[in-house]
């Protein structure tokens, strides 16, 4: 079963349209990270936030908002007021220890947004 | 150059072939990891150096060969590859220490096809 779960593969909104991204992740641990990063067409992954598993609060920045719920493990990604440029593939990403005592970066598929003008 | 960069950006190669592919940081990181990216698939982590030490291989199959000299220059050497290992091939780096808790900064990745 994969651990980090973007069921949304492609979201297509018109500009000035408010999306949601879902994110669903499984873990045994208490003590984890999640992430979101943006992969424009240029390629390079972008850092957007972090949260730790014991940080509940929801984050607002600028147009982007995050809904972190640990009842449904769910850290889903909100575009308020969508724009072009915010065309991209969204990933999530889950960082939890292993057995070596280190931690691992485990991603989902991505969603692919498609903002229209 | 700033951030994380790699070269080449495209590669072709047959499958006797033997290059590399080569990822420059300089945001003064001491983890560097290699990622491939296969369309409709999770990224992939495929190998971790911390301080310059290997500390994670994924299962990599020995065609990939990870080397990473100093701290700020990571190289992923192939050989024999099979046209299953086309792929973007994504480097990233980070600070170590809290590995789990540290953001990655990725580079654009080399675009692999192999014939």
């Known amino acids: 079963a994969q651990k980090v779960t973007q069921a949304q593969t492609e979201i297509s909104v018109v500009e000035k349209e408010d999306v949601t991204l879902d994110c669903v992740y499984e873990t045994r641990d208490t003590t984890y990270y999640l992430f979101w990063y943006k992969q424009p067409p240029s390629g390079e992954l972008v850092f957007l936030i972090r949260?730790?598993?014991?940080?509940?609060q929801n984050e607002i920045s600028g147009r982007y908002s995050w809904n972190f719920q640990k009842s449904t493990s769910s850290f889903n990604f909100t575009i308020t007021a969508s724009q072009v440029v915010d065309s991209a593939v969204y990933f999530c990403a889950l960082s939890e220890p292993t057995t070596s005592g280190t931690y691992k970066y485990i991603f989902g598929t991505g969603t692919r947004l498609k903002v229209l003008a | 150059e700033t951030g994380v960069t790699q070269t080449p950006r495209h590669l072709v190669m047959g499958m006797t072939n033997k290059k590399s592919l080569k990822c420059e940081q300089h945001?003064?990181?001491?983890?560097m990891y290699w990622y491939k990216q296969s369309a409709k698939k999770p990224l992939e982590l495929m190998f971790v150096y911390n301080f310059k030490e290997q500390t994670e291989n994924n299962s990599v199959p020995s065609r990939f060969s990870p080397e990473c000299p100093n701290s700020s220059h990571l190289f992923l050497h192939l050989h024999t590859l099979q046209p299953e290992d086309s792929a973007l091939y994504l480097c990233?780096?980070?600070?170590?220490?809290?590995?789990?808790?540290?953001?990655?900064?990725f580079g654009p990745g080399t675009r692999l096809t192999v014939l």
């Open positions: 945001l003064g990181h001491n983890a």
């Open positions: 949260r730790n598993s014991f940080d509940e």
């Open positions: 990233a780096s980070s600070q170590a220490g809290v590995i789990g808790y540290n953001e990655q900064f």
